[in-house]
């Protein structure tokens, strides 16, 4: 399963609650992993990472442009939990990136949104930086 199918089908299960137990077997008895037809009919349906998340503006309530949507994270637990979202900076430089947890960022007439966040309060987020 190639990596952007995986990262919408974690997002999906998180953002509809439905859970995804990975490690166990998912199919018929002649598939022995990957995802059903039923799974996959789902799946269309859903949103993908890389066409509506990644590189997707951000907005308070007011619509005013929080950050863009930089990376999902992924926890040990296979869920999408975390949003890592770059906030100021101009071309890249200077950017502040925070993580948000996906379950506070809602879609309100086609956007993305953060309720009650301004520029200031995220850029108040201490900055997130990958481990090695």
């Not at 949103?47 to 509506?52: E, I, L, M, N």
């Amino acid at each position: 399963m190639s990596r952007k199918v995986l990262v919408m089908v974690v997002f999906l299960a998180v953002v509809a609650g439905a859970g995804i137990a990975f490690g166990q077997t998912v199919g018929s008895s002649s598939r022995p992993f990957g995802i059903t037809d039923e799974e996959m009919a789902q799946i269309a349906k859903g949103w993908s990472a890389h066409k509506h998340l990644l590189g997707k503006n951000v907005y308070n309530t007011e619509n005013d442009k929080i950050g863009v949507i930089e990376d999902l994270i992924i926890t040990p637990g296979k869920g999408v939990s975390y949003a890592v979202i770059a906030v100021g900076g101009f071309l890249g430089m200077n950017k502040h990136n925070v993580v948000i947890p996906v379950s506070q960022i809602n879609v309100l007439n086609d956007k993305l949104t953060l309720p009650g966040a301004t520029k200031k309060s995220i850029k108040a987020i201490p900055a997130f930086k990958y481990t090695q």
